[in-house]
């Protein structure tokens, strides 16, 4: 509003100068040239002000953690003061030397997790959640290690912060959110079923239905890929709750259980196969590939596929009446 003020004020004092400059204020020349002026004053403006406000990508990342240390050191953090970060953070897909200059940041990011304001936190969790998607990023990470006196990986701060009870529901769900991209590492997968052993924990919140339940599933999938993760899934009934999920009303959670059983059934052996395989669910699969949602449909197609390649599925459903098309 300031600056639209100040704006219509300038153009308004620069057509007053024309008008006494002009002789006939009636011509078309001095329509023309207050026009003209007030293009230039308008594009020359904002030219003038890109120019003195760029930085450079470094500045800004520097600026942002430089101003939070000047706030915590007063004691009032604004609960905004990372967001021109958060917002750089969801551009590298498209700048490679920005991506490069916000992975300096991991390991501070990930003291920040556990900063004393919430509004930090989520920030923080946020930021990694969108660098996570990264495979270099994952990595740095999981490298990077807590301030704790028993110092953790960034990964196994994570994954704290989403288990404790102490956490608000939207740290808990950017923190999920980071840990689904993490997964998607093949060795942090295996570091977190082997040394982390978090599947147990993830399978309890499938059967409880919670708000978390969808993201939990995607992070099952990623982890389903792992062939020890696997085996563990089948050992604790992992089968059953996102066979549940299947029948589910939610279009997302059918669709990422659907991934995450297809991700089992490529590795999983053939004792675990039994309600998996059964006539019931295979039939209710093959009813719902007709589905018009696309990313379902190929959820779906993806864990027949893979459930084709055992015999005890593939050859009840290879009767003549099962390729009848119409």
């Excluded at 551009?91 to 030397?97: A, R």
């Excluded at 959640?129 to 704790?148: G, M, P, V, W, Y």
């Excluded at 990964?155 to 959110?177: G, H, W, Y």
């Excluded at 599947?199 to 978390?212: A, H, P």
Aim: glycine share 2%.
């Amino acid at each position: 509003m300031r600056t639209a003020s100040f704006t219509s004020a300038t153009w308004a004092a620069l057509s007053s100068v024309l008008y006494v400059s002009f002789a006939e204020c009636a011509s078309f020349g001095f329509l023309l040239m207050v026009m003209v002026s007030g293009w230039i004053m308008i594009f020359g403006g904002a030219f003038l002000y890109f120019k003195a406000t760029d930085r450079a990508i470094e500045h800004e990342v520097d600026h942002t953690f430089l101003e939070l240390e000047r706030q915590a050191q007063t004691g009032e953090v604004h609960p905004r003061v990372m967001e021109p970060f958060i917002a750089m953070t969801m551009e590298v897909d498209n700048d490679i030397h920005m991506l490069e200059e916000c992975k300096l940041t991991i390991p501070q990011l990930v003291w920040l997790v556990d900063y004393p304001n919430v509004r930090i936190q989520y920030q923080a969790l946020w930021a990694l959640s969108n660098l996570a998607q990264h495979e270099d990023c994952r990595k740095d990470i999981f490298l990077a290690k807590s301030r704790e006196i028993i110092p953790e990986s960034g990964v196994e701060v994570l994954f704290r912060i989403f288990t404790s009870a102490k956490s608000q529901p939207a740290l808990k769900m950017e923190a999920l959110a980071a840990i689904i991209n993490c997964s998607a590492s093949a060795d942090i997968a295996e570091f977190m079923v082997v040394e982390m052993q978090v599947l147990k924990t993830l399978v309890e919140l499938l059967w409880r239905q919670t708000m978390y339940t969808q993201f939990v599933t995607m992070a099952i999938a990623n982890l389903a890929k792992n062939t020890v993760a696997c085996k563990e899934l089948c050992d604790i009934g992992a089968i059953h709750a996102l066979m549940g999920l299947v029948k589910s009303p939610s279009f997302q959670k059918q669709k990422y259980a659907c991934m995450a059983l297809a991700n089992i059934a490529q590795n999983m052996e053939h004792s675990y196969s039994g309600a998996l395989m059964s006539a019931e669910f295979v039939d209710r699969l093959i009813k719902m590939s007709v589905s018009n949602d696309i990313d379902l449909h190929v959820e779906i197609s993806t864990l027949l596929r893979n459930l084709s390649f055992h015999e005890k599925v593939s050859r009840p459903h290879t009767r003549p009446r099962a390729l009848t098309r119409t």
